[in-house]
């Protein structure tokens, strides 16, 4: 029973990044259901078991996408006591997603698709994405992160567009969802954004060790 | 003879604006040539002595929306001395395209779009709009008016990421491309991005003049 259930879970998460990858190669309206099951290896009737049509399909790409981003945010929030670098943080692990995760990418692109952009029931990303930073940004400057003269408003307006562009960008060449890309949008923005006394503290490059700052020649 | 002429690039004008609205309403793909006629109000006849098919609409959109961004970019060239004011001021006119001008939204869109992805006749609207930011940065260098620090590769990551981000926020929501927010965001980096000398001579806000700072309570 166990190992049924097991083998139901992995037909179900091979299914969605079938269609992750499908949605995102060919688009969503001419994508069929057997490209999808042939995609991911199992039979039409093993597809009608776990979903009913396209939609449906769509719909667990995006909220799977959205568990991965509700995680990444939670994961930044238990990590840092500075709100500035749980965003900093945050971004770099939205990166990663993007850069390696098809199911998170479609769920971001998915939700900008005009056949899923008047579904009531799609979950919007983008949207969750933007209220986390601006609450992130408002308490870094409730308390006192960032410089003086810079409101949380337009740090989020700055912050969430960029975000926005290198995930879009980050389709076609992922050169833009890179760790050293984002490292060094950090390193631009970080003097204007944060307070003197915080930005020695910061780290542009988010968790881990520092990428190498230039690719080697060989 | 003239007035013939006149009607039919009036009638082109009327089936690339629909067919660019169409896009954007439903997406490409389900997008038909006679929901298009319809919308313009031309009969299926007109539009194939115009069109030979959807890409080639698609086509027209996209290079007609090149050439108004062509067309922002040559005026901003012709405008200013100053290569960060350049940029500023073309950003606020694009914007405003983007805002007003259904051709020019859907010629962005339409490049970022699955089944348009693969076309090789399709005119890479961002990567037109990157190339140019890119430029106006490195004359912006040459010409000492980026701060101490700030490369033109780093300066060109974040306004052209950030300028794609308003671009696909703008589509839901029409702040994103609003005067008002650009200039909060040129309010932003120019601190950042400016050297000191030249930060005093720049405006946030591009030509005209400036929008008011709060929307008045009634």
Redesign the interface.
Known sequence: MMVQQERAARTRQSLMRAAAEA????????TTLSTISRRAGVSNGALHFHFENKHDLARAVEAAAADTVRAITVAAEQRQDSALQRLIDATHALMNSLDEDAVVRAGFELV????R?GETEATDL?GEWQHWIDMVLHTAKDNGELADG?SA???C??V???????E??G??DPK?VSRR?LS??W???L??LASPERLPELVPHGPGPAAPAHTPHP
């Open positions: 949605f995102a190669e060919d688009g969503f309206v001419p900008g698709t005009a056949p952009r983008r810079v408003a337009e740090a307006t700055a969430v567009a960029a975000t926005v562009g290198f879009v960008l389709i076609k833009w890309t060094q949008y390193e631009l923005m003097p204007r």
